[in-house]
C-alpha cells in the first residue's frame, strides 16, 4: 500500500541534526503537519528549525534531545512525544552509530552503545508507536539501514549486525502489518557524505564498502528514501549505480563474499 503523499500528519525522525535525518526532515517539511525531530544536540536542531520555518512557516516543528543508546532516556522520549505531538503517524528511525575496528580490538562501552542505538532504539520506538498506526489504520515506518546489511563487511561487526538485524526486522514488520494500512520501508545505502564515517570509529575506516564512485550525497539520499516510502516500497538503493550494484549481489556467492571478508581483514590485523 502506497502512503499518503500530501500529508504525512505527524512525522518523527530521530538523528535529525545532521546528515540523511536532516535532509529527511527538509524533504518531509511540505508534506508533515507536524515534524518531531530528535537527536542529542539540540543547537542543531534549532537551526534545522529555523531553517524549515522559513519555507513552511505553518508548520509545527517539535525539538527534543535525546540519547537513544539510553533505554530510560527513551521512556522519557516517548513521554515528551505524547504530552507535545500526540499520535505519531509516521516513524522514520534514522539514528544509528557506528564503529570500525575489529571486534577484538573494540571498546565494549562503544560496541555497546552501537547495539543500543541501532537495534535496541528501533524495536522500543517502534513498539511504542507501531501499535497506535494500527488501531488507526494509516501510518508508516522509514527505517534507515544499510548494504551493509545484506552482506559481509569486516572491521565493524557490531555495527553491520545491526543493519542485518535493521534487514530482517523491517521485512518482517513489513509482513506482519500487511493489509493494516501501515506501510514499512527500508533503505539501504551505500557510501553517502554525511558525518557518519568521520564520527563511526577509528582503525582503518569501514573496509569493504563500494569505491567512491558510487558515492552520493545525503540529500540524494533522502530524496529517494522519501520517494521510495511514498510509493510503499520495501528497499529502496538510493544512487542508480549503487541500485544496479545491489541488484547484481546476489550473483555473487557469499562464501566468496566471506573469502574476501576474511582475507580484508587478514590484511588489516597485519598491517596493525
Known amino acids: 500500500m502506497k502512503a499518503d503523499n500530501k500529508n504525512h500528519g505527524t512525522l518523527l525522525i530521530t538523528g535529525a541534526s545532521a546528515g540523511i535525518g536532516r535532509e529527511l526532515a527538509l524533504e518531509f517539511g511540505a508534506r508533515a503537519e507536524t515534524l518531531v525531530l530528535v537527536a542529542r544536540r539540540v543547537d542543531r536542531l534549532e537551526e534545522l528549525r529555523a531553517e524549515l520555518l522559513t519555507h513552511h512557516p505553518r508548520l509545527k516543528i517539535i ?11 527513551i521512556e522519557r522520549l516517548l513521554g515528551q512525544i505524547s504530552e507535545q505531538a500526540g499520535p505519531v503517524d509516521v516513524l522514520v528511525n534514522n539514528a544509528g552509530v557506528g564503529d570500525s575496528v575489529l571486534f577484538d580490538r573494540a571498546d565494549w562501552t562503544r560496541t555497546r552503545q552501537v547495539l543500543r542505538t541501532n537495534i535496541f532504539a528501533v524495536a522500543q520506538l517502534t513498539s511504542a508507536l507501531v501499535p497506535g498506526m494500527v ?37 518482517a514488520l513489513r509482513a506482519d502489518l500487511a493489509s493494516t494500512g501501515v506501510t514499512v520501508t527500508q533503505v539501504c545505502p551505500g557510501p553517502v557524505d554525511s558525518e557518519f564515517d568521520r564520527v563511526a570509529g577509528s582503525e582503518g575506516g569501514m573496509i569493504g564498502v563500494p569505491p567512491p564512485f558510487f558515492r552520493i550525497s545525503a540529500a540524494q539520499c533522502a530524496r529517494e528514501a522519501r520517494a521510495g516510502f511514498e510509493r510503499g516500497d520495501a528497499v529502496v538503493f538510493p544512487g542508480r549505480p549503487y541500485r544496479l550494484l545491489m541488484r547484481m549481489l546476489p550473483l555473487v556467492p557469499f562464501w566468496l563474499r566471506r573469502k574476501q571478508a576474511a582475507k580484508t581483514a587478514i590484511r588489516l590485523r597485519v598491517g596493525h
Open 135 to 171: 488501531k488507526r489504520g494509516r501510518g508508516g515506518v522509514l527505517n534507515i539501514g544499510s548494504g551493509a546489511g545484506l552482506t559481509v563487511l569486516p572491521n565493524a561487526a557490531a555495527y553491520v549486525a545491526s543493519k542485518h538485524f535493521i534487514a530482517g526486522f523491517s521485512e
Open 63 to 73: 525539538v527534543l534531545a535525546a540519547d537513544l543508546s539510553d533505554e530510560r532516556g
